[in-house]
């Protein structure tokens, strides 16, 4: 089994070193092979050099740079569909890199698919799981959009808008053979919609959303706002290949 993390980078310079210490960490006890592909929207602060020196020094570390700030959603599908062509992995990480999601936790995800699971949803919102590191208004933001996106879509899981997840190669296939409506943060809750509508496994493992300690957050509120009407219009979107079972 071969692991690929794929990181979404945006002016994270300060972050790059102790986010890759705490994967390298993990390395020894995954029980597979573990790559890091890194894709940067033109950070200026130096983000993209940053990375580069570990790509010199260890050959599991990837960049994919990109001209400019394309979308969280987008960073992700230019990262798996590189990811297919050059490392060949079994399992697809995605998690941000702010370490707000805490590396060890990549394990279970992991674990996860490896026990048959297609698509493993790190949890703030199960037992075990929580979110400290949202303050005032985004938790409350957290909470009204995880209750629409599962009232409205019909979603089981309990963190809609997480970004921490593991996938198998059948639920990036899900992702890639479909028409995607969106580039930023909604992706998250689009790609489960994908993955329900494709009648995808899915199963949640807890996690402590940590405080940010170096940079600052991308989400806009605008971004916010507009969540809440991308979700009110995927409600009649039909995301299912032939032969699906949902």
């Not at 979404?8 to 790059?16: A, F, G, L, S």
């Not at 790509?55 to 798996?80: C, N, P, S």
């Not at 590396?103 to 048959?116: N, Q, S, T, Y």
């Not at 496994?201 to 402590?208: D, I, L, Q």
Request: aromatic share 10%.
């Amino acid at each position: 089994m071969s692991v690929v993390v794929v990181l979404p980078t945006y002016n994270e310079k300060e972050n790059i070193a102790p986010l890759f210490e705490r994967l390298a960490s993990i390395r020894p006890g995954l029980g597979a092979e573990l790559h890091l592909l890194f894709v940067d929207d033109g950070s200026p602060d130096g983000t993209a050099a940053e990375i580069s020196r570990l790509v010199k020094q260890y050959d599991y570390v990837h960049l994919l740079e990109r001209e400019g700030k394309m979308g969280l959603g987008t960073a992700y599908i230019d990262g798996f569909r590189l990811a297919i062509e050059t490392i060949h992995p079994t399992v697809f990480v995605q998690m941000d890199s702010d370490l707000q999601h805490p590396p060890e936790k990549v394990k279970p995800l992991v674990d996860a698919i490896d026990g048959g699971a297609d698509v493993a949803v790190g949890s703030r919102y199960i037992a075990g799981g929580s979110f400290e590191g949202l303050k005032g208004s985004r938790k409350m933001v957290s909470r009204g959009a995880n209750w629409l996106a599962r009232t409205v879509l019909g979603l089981s899981i309990h963190d809609t808008t997480t970004g921490f997840k593991a996938l198998d190669r059948r639920a990036v296939d899900a992702i890639l053979g479909v028409k995607l409506h969106s580039s930023g943060f909604i992706f998250q809750v689009e790609s489960l919609y994908v993955f329900k509508q494709n009648g995808l496994r899915m199963v949640e493992v807890p996690f402590v959303f940590e405080l940010r300690e170096r940079g600052t957050s991308k989400m806009s509120e605008k971004e916010a706002w507009e969540f809440f009407r991308s979700v009110l219009a995927m409600r009649f979107r039909d995301y299912r290949e032939p032969g699906a079972k949902a």
